[in-house]
């Protein structure tokens, strides 16, 4: 029987690899941790909530890092 990868398991690795879309992307932290929330939301817990909230924590401090970057032009 195949050992569970935990640092890279199944749901990441459907169509595109999550990293590796981050990467090529040039998302950066904040970006890249809404997609890899998004990415598992449906597959690591019973409750989708956990991940959609911890999606939308990293998107508010991205949402708030170009708010303050704009404004400061």
Not at 12 to 38: M, N, R, V, W
Request: proline share 5%.
């Amino acid at each position: 029987m195949a050992v569970p990868d935990k640092f890279n398991p199944e749901y990441y690795k459907k169509g595109i690899p999550t990293t590796d879309y981050i990467e090529s992307h040039g998302l950066g932290f904040l970006a890249g941790q809404c997609i890899k929330y998004l990415t598992r939301y449906l597959w690591k817990h019973e409750d989708p909530l956990d991940d959609l909230k911890k999606c939308d924590w990293y998107l508010q401090k991205l949402i708030k890092k170009h708010s303050d970057t704009n404004n400061a032009k």
